[in-house]
């Protein structure tokens, strides 16, 4: 393992997480050994619709970078928070792993599952 490959992570909510119905902030992180990451969308319908999520810190080469996204969320229910993040060289996060046995490299969308009330 030499560079790591595009990945993100959600920090708010955590799974399974009890929320209320109302505004939420949606945090977490990006980054690629590749290059700059220019692009992280968020799914609540499994990937069917994305909307790209706001930057909390500029571009650096081969570094973290914070990102946000605003969600009103209107209804009760169970909900599924996926995201994906894109490098400045087109690389992608799949949906699931490449496969291998010791799971190193695992770069899938994380997803969370959180409860309305």
Known sequence: VT????????SQPTDQAILRRGEHFITGA?????G??????ISLDHGESWEVVTWLDSEVTNSWRRWGWE????????YF???????????SQPLQA????????????PQVQ????
Do not use: C, F
């Open 3 to 10: 560079l790591m490959k595009v990945n993100s992570v959600i």
């Open 30 to 34: 990006a980054w690629s050994g590749h």
């Open 36 to 41: 700059i990451v220019k692009t992280v969308e």
């Open 71 to 78: 969600w009103q969320v209107p209804m009760p229910g169970t």
């Open 81 to 91: 928070i996926r995201v994906k993040a894109t490098d400045d060289r087109g690389n």
């Open 98 to 109: 490449e496969w291998n046995v010791k799971g190193y490299e695992n770069n899938a969308m």
């Open 114 to 117: 959180v409860y309305v009330e």
